[in-house]
C-alpha cells in the first residue's frame, strides 16, 4: 500500500470507542515482520508491536485507531474518505487516523534503525482511557521494555502544517465545592444565611482568575468557573446550600495545595466543603532531548518551517507516558476540525507528515 491507501484504509474502517473496527488485527498483519504483543483489557484492544534492528535506543510511535462518533449532518459520508475541495473528508482524518497511517508506513518501509522500532496502539483514547495506553505500558514497565522516546502522533498544527509541537500538556484539575447555608423565607433575609449572596461577594474574585504567572511553556493556571447550581426554583424561599463546580488546567506551578489555598483564601469567612479530584498532572519534556531536536529538524527539512513548541490544548495519552519517566513529544496534522462535522485534512499534510516521521528515522542516531 502507498500512504494514501493506507490512510482510506484506516478512515473508512468505522472504530468508535471503545471498538477497533478490527484495525489492530490488520495492522499486525500489515507489519508482519513485527513482534506482537496484544494486551486487550475487557473490551478494549490494544496492541504494542516492535522491531530491534540494532542495539540503539528503542524508539516508539503512539496513538489510537478509535475515533469519536461522527455525529449528524455531514456533507459527505464520514466513514468515506472523499476528496472534495482540496480536502480529504471523513471522521478521524485529523484525530488520529492520519497520524496513525503515517507512522505505520514509515517504520513499515523503515530497512535501517540504530535501535529498536515499535508502535503502541489503542482502542480506548477517546473514551475514558482507563484500559488502553497505560496498561501497555504498566506491562512494557514490567518486562523492561519502555522506549526511550516516544512520538504521539496527535494533530498539532495550527495555521499550517508543521508550525507546532507538542512538548507537553497541562493538567486539569476538577473542583467542586458546596456553600452552607440557612434556608428561609425571601420576605425575611435577615433570619436566613443566603450562600448565592454570600459567594457574589467574592465570586468576582475568583472566576477567571489566574492562580500563578505561567512560564515559558505554560499559560497561566486560570480557576474556570463551570456550574453553580442553588435555591429549588421558587422565589420565595432562599436556599439551604450552593454547589459550584470548576476546573483548573494547571501548569507545573500549580498543584491542588495552591488551588486549596486560592479557594481558603477567597471562602474563608463561609462554611463550605471542598473536593478536588486531578484528571491528569501536567508535564513538559526537555527541549535539548534528543526526540525534540530530531523532530524540529525533520519538519524544517520537510516544509522549511521551524515549529513552536507547545503544551496548549486538552489532553492526550502523552500524559501517561510522561508519568514512566520517558521523552514524548506530539506532532501531527492541523487541529481545526478535530470531533466536528465535516472533519477534514489534505493529501499534502498527510504525505507530508510521512516524509517527516521517515526522517526522523532516517537522522536517529
Known sequence: MQIIELFKKL?????????????LDFIESY???FTAIRVDVEDVKNLFIYKKFAEGEHLCFAGHVDVVPAGDNWDTNPYELVEKDGYLYGRGTQDMKSGVAAFIQ??????NFNGTLSLLLTSDEEGDAINGTIKVLEYLKENNMLPHAVVVAEPTCEDEFGDAIKVGRRGSINGYITIKGKQGHAAYPE???NP???LSKVLGDMAGVNIDNGDEFFSPSKFVVTDIRSGMQVTNVTPNELKMMFNVR?????TQKEVREFVAKHLKDLDYELKLTQGSYPFVTDTNTKVVKNIDKSIEIVTGIKPKHSTAGGTSDARFIAQFGIDVIEFGVRNDTIHAINERTTKKEVEDLYKVFKTLLGMWK
Open 191 to 193: 433570619k436566613a444565611i
Open 196 to 198: 448565592i449572596h454570600n
Open 31 to 33: 507489519l508482519a515482520d
Open 106 to 111: 514509515a517504520v513499515k518501509e523503515a530497512e
Open 250 to 254: 494547571n501548569t507545573t506551578l500549580t
Open 11 to 23: 478512515v473508512e474502517t468505522k472504530s468508535e470507542t471503545p471498538n477497533d473496527g478490527g484495525l
